[in-house]
């Protein structure tokens, strides 16, 4: 009974918080992640769901507001340039990730924003369909690769130590003495620390110990 109730306790305190005005002071990025808010892309305060502000405006007090006009000073510099050798400029000159669909654009020139169906891929406004996953400049790829695995236009991964990309997942290819020496093995060949609900050492199965029992050893006793 007492190792129910603790199991109770842990799977509680486990479960996430709903994000909301009573748990989040700045805004909500799901429905269990609270952000502070104060980003551009994430804006927003007392729990309400984050706004993203567009490139021609800031996140100010918690809310979107156009970007201030620079001045120039007493001498009139001329049209703002933009400079950015990596990326597209926003609308004060800074330079913009040039990944995204509310910044896109070519090296030095201004962004622009893509259409609701689209995506940005190296600086060009493109279909949004990607069946593979993004690389860091928004480029499509197959999502196959163990150094770029991803699928459904997700972000792409590089698998780890002993795993590969299957179907677009990085999966372990194998679990054991050599790679779990202090631990058990998963059916999906992970290695697991041992523990009442994964108990063994070497490499060796996992095990689920009873209620009334603890794992000592790599052994339910």
């Given at each position: 009974?007492?190792?129910?109730?603790?199991?109770?306790?842990?799977?509680?305190?486990?479960?996430?918080?709903?994000?909301?005005?009573?748990?989040?002071?700045?805004?909500?990025?799901?429905?269990?992640?609270?952000?502070?808010?104060?980003?551009?892309?994430?804006?927003?305060?007392?729990?309400?769901?984050?706004?993203?502000?567009?490139?021609?405006?800031?996140?100010?007090?918690?809310?979107?507001?156009?970007?201030?006009?620079?001045?120039?000073?007493?001498?009139?510099?001329?049209?703002l340039?933009?400079?950015?050798?990596?990326?597209?400029?926003?609308?004060?000159?800074?330079?913009?990730?040039?990944?995204?669909?509310?910044?896109?654009?070519p090296?030095?020139?201004?962004?622009?924003?893509?259409?609701?169906?689209?995506?940005?891929?190296?600086?060009?406004?493109?279909?949004?369909?990607?069946?593979?996953?993004?690389?860091?400049?928004?480029?499509?790829?197959?999502?196959?690769?163990?150094t770029?695995?991803?699928?459904?236009?997700?972000?792409?991964?590089?698998?780890?130590?002993?795993?590969?990309?299957?179907?677009?997942?990085?999966?372990?290819?194998?679990?054991?003495?050599?790679?779990?020496?202090?631990?058990?093995?998963?059916?999906?060949?992970?290695?697991?620390?041992?523990?009442?609900m994964?108990?063994?050492?070497?490499?060796?199965?996992?095990?689920?110990?009873?209620?009334?029992?603890?794992?000592?050893?790599?052994?339910?006793?």
């Amino acid at each position: 009974m007492r190792w129910s109730l603790w199991f109770l306790v842990v799977w509680l305190c486990a479960c996430p918080r709903l994000c909301n005005r009573s748990t989040c002071d700045g805004c909500c990025a799901s429905e269990t992640e609270c952000v502070e808010g104060t980003a551009r892309l994430e804006c927003g305060i007392n729990g309400e769901v984050c706004t993203r502000c567009t490139s021609q405006e800031r996140c100010a007090a918690a809310r979107c507001e156009a970007l201030p006009v620079v001045d120039a000073g007493v001498t009139d510099a001329g049209p703002l340039q933009c400079t950015c050798v990596m990326s597209c400029c926003n609308a004060d000159g800074s330079c913009a990730p040039n990944n995204g669909i509310d910044a896109c654009g070519p090296v030095r020139a201004f962004c622009g924003v893509c259409q609701a169906d689209q995506r940005c891929e190296r600086g060009t406004c493109v279909a949004g369909a990607c069946s593979g996953c993004l690389d860091p400049l928004g480029a499509c790829r197959s999502g196959t690769s163990d150094t770029t695995c991803g699928s459904d236009g997700g972000v792409c991964i590089a698998c780890g130590t002993d795993q590969a990309c299957q179907a677009g997942r990085c999966v372990f290819t194998r679990c054991d003495l050599t790679n779990c020496r202090f631990g058990c093995c998963q059916p999906d060949k992970v290695c697991m620390a041992s523990s009442a609900m994964a108990c063994g050492l070497g490499g060796e199965p996992c095990a689920v110990c009873a209620s009334t029992q603890q794992c000592l050893g790599g052994t339910c006793q």
